[in-house]
């Protein structure tokens, strides 16, 4: 599977736009790379985008922060395979 990643001012930039993309492709063989942080950004809530993207996504990526600081304490990326049912 190859994946897009959604981000800020670019075409594919929220869970609704990456939505519209991948119905447009049309083909399984391609998902979202689900960045919560990007998402987040935008305004998304990113569980409700997690949700809707369900099986197509490829890859998730989140990036956690401490208070104000803007240096990551933890950043986490995972890939996964859903069977289709």
């Known amino acids: 599977m190859m994946g897009v ?16 993309a991948l119905d447009a ?6 998902g979202i790379n689900y ?13 409700r985008a997690a949700e809707k993207l369900g099986k197509r996504l490829a890859v998730g990526e989140v990036t956690l ?11 986490v990326t995972a890939t996964y395979s859903i069977p289709n049912t």
């Open 35 to 47: 960045d919560a942080s990007h998402l987040y950004r935008v305004g998304d809530d990113v569980v």
């Open 5 to 20: 990643k959604a981000h800020v001012n670019q075409a594919i930039y929220n869970t609704e736009s990456a939505l519209r």
């Open 65 to 75: 922060l401490s208070g104000a600081s803007v240096d990551p304490i933890a950043h």
């Open 25 to 30: 492709v049309g083909s399984g063989g391609w």
